[in-house]
């Protein structure tokens, strides 16, 4: 099963939005409304922000939204803040009824 | 609270055995599939195995296939990964996260380090 493909680094400015993509095939991202994304703080352990493509878990900023076009997920991040600089991961279900990641995306404000 | 607290890694040389476990607390765990993900040093997450509720279905990576070991004892509230004949590529952090009934993974433990080295 090979890795879903994210861009590697996505920059912007305070208060700008960003949009990270996430790329697979009818096999997973296509085939499931069944896409997350994680967020990665340096030493830290992934937490969940967006669930089934486009629903946030209690907790998380509304700022934090999902989408998905055929076999490509996004995930925008509204209001850039300095926190929200961190490594994302989309991950989707497959049809051989595992998990896959994607490479993950290094968010960086400027 | 809920809770996930791995432990069991170490430096290992390759070709030997390791056993990782995962305390879970906060919730009624047989209720849940549980996962291990792993992160090599620098690089992205990779999903490694999962187990259902019950224990009697189990699917892995084909990275680790025929060398690790998904189980749990739902009386003791644990997840476990055997892992055997390791290789250098699998040093990595080793997470357990809780599954969901939607296929995402909520509850993360903070990790636990595999370092296989001569």
Known sequence: ?110 | QVQLVESGGGLVKPGGSLRLSCAASGFTFSDYYMNWIRQAPGKGLEWVSYITSSGSNVYYADSVKGRFTISRDNAKNSLFLQMNSLRAEDTAVYYCARDSSSWYLGVWGQGTTVTVSS
């Open chain 1, 1 to 110: 099963q090979s890795a879903l493909t994210q861009p590697a680094s996505v920059s912007g400015s305070p208060g700008q939005s960003i949009t990270i993509s996430c790329t697979g095939t009818s096999s997973d991202v296509g085939g499931y409304n069944y896409v997350s994304w994680y967020q990665q703080h340096p030493g830290k352990a992934p937490k969940l922000k967006i669930y089934d493509v486009s629903k946030r878990p209690s907790g998380v900023s509304n700022r934090f939204s999902g989408s998905k076009s055929g076999n490509t997920a996004s995930l925008t991040i509204s209001g850039l803040q300095a926190e929200d600089e961190a490594d994302y991961y989309c991950s989707s279900y497959t049809s051989s009824s595992t998990y896959v990641f994607g490479t993950g995306t290094k968010v960086t404000v400027l």
